[in-house]
């Protein structure tokens, strides 16, 4: 079927290999893919070849709070309780990646489903639909959060649900315009015309043709969301002990700066890094996705 080549260049790998063509021709953004890489594999391995855990208290340092050491193996040197900051600094960088993307993958699912749906039923539907997006688009992001945390507690799971659950405002508002345009083209037509129903349409011929638009939003909302979980921990109403992320990290780092400022300086300069080098990569991808580029 002729009219259905748009949904099959995102699966037979036209358009994605031009993608990855301009991709790696983008340097910031492949150097900012590697220092993702490496952030992620520090992550995951630092705690791992440090000899301390991530509540070990070091009692034969006098004071408790020392700078970095070699010979104790304390090489981002303790915080106030004695601490490893080695430990605590790549453990926090494991939560804050997890809230970030399993907050982001929340607020794909509904933001591309609700999206979706309303850009191709249109009519009363679309109408009823965005104006929930607009009402909640009012309530106060911030606190709506700060809200959930103080009602129900302060858990992980909470946090990124919470985030996740408001997070998905503007990625349906994208969606819904990118499918309100896909459903005047031909090959939805033409899945119309052979009595496919609205749901299989909407999962065989739209969602597939706005990945790359949901794609490139991802990626710019880790880096926002990684930023926003570091705040609320910041505030204290993040994560709690014994876990902790960088946010909290910075936060007792900052209240200590004056006589330990290594306290702030490593969870800092990780948290800028990880921060950056996300915000590259997904302008790398806008770059890369968007057929108008090169």
């Known amino acids: 079927m002729a009219g259905s080549t748009p949904a099959s260049v995102m699966t037979d790998g036209g358009l994605w290999a031009d993608a990855r063509r301009r991709l790696r021709g983008n340097r910031a953004a492949v150097a900012a893919a590697v220092v993702v890489v490496l952030l992620v594999l520090a992550a995951l391995l630092g705690p791992l070849v440090s000899p301390y855990a991530l509540d070990h208290v070091d009692w034969t340092l006098s004071p408790l709070a020392s700078p970095p050491s070699l010979e104790d193996a304390h090489w981002f040197g303790t915080d106030s309780n004695g601490r490893d900051l080695f ?17 982001t993958a929340v607020s794909v699912v509904i933001g591309v489903a609700w999206g979706a749906t ?20 009012a309530l106060p992001y911030m606190f709506f959060v700060i809200i959930l945390t103080v009602v129900f507690g302060r858990s992980l799971w909470l946090i990124f649900l919470a985030i996740g659950a408001v997070g998905w405002l503007t990625m349906a508002r994208i969606v819904r315009g990118q499918a309100l345009a896909l459903r005047q083209r031909e090959f939805v037509a033409a899945a119309v015309t ?8 909407i999962a065989r011929h739209i969602v597939p043709n706005v990945l790359g638009t949901v794609i490139v939003y991802a990626t710019l909302t880790v880096p926002q969301v990684i930023l926003f979980e570091s705040f609320l921990s910041f505030l204290g109403l993040g994560v709690q002990e014994p876990l902790t992320s960088l946010g909290r990290l910075v936060a007792e780092g900052a209240l200590e700066m004056e006589t330990a400022p290594w306290q702030l300086l490593a969870p800092s300069v990780v948290l800028a890094t990880l921060l950056l080098a996300l915000n590259f990569l997904g302008d790398g991808l806008r770059d890369a996705l968007d057929p108008r580029q090169g």
């Open 87 to 103: 430990v605590r600094v790549w453990s926090g960088t494991q939560v804050s990646l997890l809230v970030a993307l399993l907050a």
């Open 194 to 201: 052979l009595g496919l129903p609205a749901h299989q349409i």
């Open 118 to 137: 309303a850009g191709y039923v249109g009519g009363r539907l679309d109408g009823w639909m965005m104006r929930v997006v607009d009402v909640l688009y």
